[in-house]
């Protein structure tokens, strides 16, 4: 069982940073790969990033990718989403998800652990 709560979300500025973290507990963490996702309202639920359960192979969406990037520390047993150059079409719910397997993975069915969700909003 693996209890993800996440932290960092908040109101930033067209062009600014922010940081997610993702701090889990229990054993499975270490051994799975992981990612961010994020609503935004009235759409789907999308991909944003993955990583496998080392941190040694990252993807992220197309949307995001030089913007953004995740990483993670099992040692702490969290996961970060550093999200730089923010845009108004960020702003969403973002979740952090545990997947079932160790590599990474843009499903959401991948995914037995589910975060409850921190607010991102970008502002001009």
């Known amino acids: 069982q693996v209890q993800l709560v996440e932290s960092g979300g908040g109101l930033a500025l067209v062009g600014g940073s922010l940081r997610l973290s993702c701090l889990a507990s229990g054993r499975d963490f270490i051994t799975r790969g992981a990612g961010w996702f994020r609503q935004a309202p009235g759409k789907e639920r999308e991909y944003v990033a993955t990583?496998?359960?080392?941190?040694?192979?990252?993807l992220h969406a197309e949307s995001v990718k030089g913007r953004f990037a995740i990483s993670r520390d099992n040692a702490k047993s969290t996961l970060y989403l550093q999200m730089n150059n923010l845009k108004p079409e960020d702003t969403a719910v973002y979740y952090c998800?545990?997947?079932?397997?160790?590599?990474?993975?843009?499903?959401?069915?991948?995914?037995?652990?589910w975060g409850q969700g921190t607010q991102v909003t970008v502002s001009s």
């Open positions: 990583i496998s359960e080392t941190g040694g192979s990252a």
């Open positions: 998800a545990v997947s079932r397997w160790r590599g990474p993975s843009t499903l959401p069915f991948s995914y037995n652990y």
